[in-house]
């Protein structure tokens, strides 16, 4: 099992241009997550996805937006890249939907530099 | 509001030191807490969680931590320190539907 895998692993933007960051896990999880981390801020959630079908905001949705494309893929989009967005975006994803506690499991990341 | 602090924003220690690491919560009701490492320029794994009972818990990679309902904690903790050890530690406690609120981490680097 390859776990969670996300691409790409590195990208530089412009301000203004738009982007999809690619999210997939094959532990037949329900629900995925998005992250980013900021120094000295820890993670942040972003949006999240309960179970396949929904899709839902975390505490910083500005900006971005996602789509839960089947059970395996989770998508996060910047329409139109700001300096502020500049990050490691970090995709996680759980077995059960809705139980707290329930162990998340990391991908490598993404580090994102908009310009 | 939940919130998680983390006071060290930095911590160096000598190979074969023992080493603790701090962690303060604000929670209306009995957490579920977590500790994650990050290797350099890898995802987070998960060391340990706890839930209920038993507040002393042991994880991986020789780690364990104690939760302190009175003091608002839950310290992480290694008897004796390794060079593998070197990484970034956060702290974090969920939230309804599964969502978790980290704190903002910290730096551990490991002297020989």
């Known amino acids: 099992n390859a776990g969670v895998t996300q691409t790409p692993k590195f990208q530089v933007l412009k301000t203004g241009q738009s982007m999809t960051l690619q999210c997939a896990q094959d532990?037949?999880?329900?629900?995925m997550y998005w992250y980013r981390q900021d120094p000295g801020m820890g993670l942040r959630l972003i949006y999240y996805?309960?179970?396949?079908?929904?899709?839902d905001k975390g505490e910083v949705p500005n900006g971005y937006n996602v789509s839960r494309l089947n059970k395996r893929e989770f998508s996060l989009r910047l329409e139109s890249a700001a300096p502020s967005q500049t990050s490691v975006y970090f995709c996680?994803?759980?077995?059960?939907?809705?139980?707290?506690?329930?162990?998340?499991?990391f991908g490598p990341g993404t580090r994102l530099l908009v310009l | 509001a939940q919130s998680v602090t983390q006071p060290d924003i930095h911590i160096t220690v000598s190979e074969g030191a023992s080493l603790e690491l701090r962690c303060n919560y604000s929670?209306?009701?009995?957490?579920?807490l977590f500790w994650y490492v990050q290797s350099p320029g890898q995802g987070l794994q998960l060391l340990l969680k706890y839930f209920s009972g038993d507040t002393l818990v042991q994880g991986i990679k020789g780690f364990e931590a104690e939760f302190k309902r009175s003091q608002s904690s839950f310290n992480l903790r290694k008897p004796s320190v390794h060079w593998s050890d070197a990484a970034e530690y956060f702290c974090a406690v969920v939230k309804a539907g599964n969502k978790l609120t980290f704190g903002g981490g910290t730096r551990v680097l490991v002297k020989p």
């Open positions: 929670y209306g009701a009995t957490p579920y």
């Open positions: 996805s309960a179970s396949e079908g929904t899709t």
């Open positions: 532990m037949n999880h329900n629900s």
């Open positions: 996680a994803s759980s077995e059960i939907s809705g139980f707290e506690g329930e162990t998340q499991y």
